[in-house]
């Protein structure tokens, strides 16, 4: 079987994408990251893929904060296409997907959320699940619409909320399992088993 080829969008410090990349280098993933690309000058996933010796680039748009202009995100799909790209992994990118992107990948393209959705969709999830007093959080994988944290979900995990918890301490209560649950994702799709 050929193996897929993923592109990973994101605009932080790339942990997610880091996952992906180990699950790859020991067989739990079939598939090559393609290229990695940020809408942020400098970001971590980019030196974290310039490590990993993983194509990287920046599209960005200083037009906007939360999404590309068409035109820019047209760029955006040349560089994905040109690379043959198959699965888009959105890893922590801060700006909402429209069109031509999702039009060009239908039901390719997925994202990791911090919340179980459909709650707490938007920013900081874990803070608005602390401070609604939750006792369970978690994360999601769904797929991407046109809509905010919105489409199908595919998978999601639990972790419990602790007394005395802090926004970072349950972040990373939950990013522990964000790094579980976005790779055996990546490899239900490499298997051809999704969507
Ligand atoms: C994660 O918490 C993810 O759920 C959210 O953005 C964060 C990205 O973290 N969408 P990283 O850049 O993968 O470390």
Redesign the pocket.
């Known amino acids: 079987m050929r193996k897929l080829r993923i592109g990973v969008l994101?605009?932080?410090?790339?942990?997610?994408?880091?996952a992906i990349r180990e699950a790859i280098a020991t067989g739990q993933i079939e598939a090559e990251v393609a290229v990695v690309v940020s809408d942020v000058e400098g970001a971590?996933?980019l030196q974290l893929a310039e490590e990993a010796r993983v194509k990287n680039t920046t599209v960005t748009d200083r037009r906007y904060k939360t999404r590309l202009s068409p035109e820019v995100e047209a760029e955006l799909v040349a560089i994905l296409k040109q690379a043959n790209v198959e699965l888009v992994v959105?890893?922590?990118?801060?700006r909402m997907v429209k069109t031509p992107l999702l039009d060009a990948f239908p039901r390719h393209i997925i994202?990791?959320?911090?919340s179980l959705l459909p709650k707490f969709p938007g920013l900081e999830s874990w803070r608005q699940a602390l401070a609604a007093g939750e006792k369970i959080a978690g994360?999601t994988v769904h797929y991407v619409d046109a809509g905010m944290d919105t489409g199908g979900i595919i998978a999601q995990a639990e972790v419990p909320v602790r007394p005395g918890d802090t926004a970072e301490t349950l972040?990373a209560r939950?990013?522990l399992e964000?790094h579980r649950i976005y790779p055996e994702v990546v490899a239900r799709f490499a298997r051809r088993e999704l969507p």
Do not use: D, T, V
Not at 10 to 18: E, H, I, Q, Y
Not at 90 to 94: C, E, K, Q, S, T
Not at 111 to 114: E, G, Q, R, T
């Open positions: 994101g605009s932080g410090k790339g942990s997610n994408f880091r971590g996933i959105l890893a922590g990118y801060m994202n990791i959320h911090p994360c972040h939950i990013q964000e």
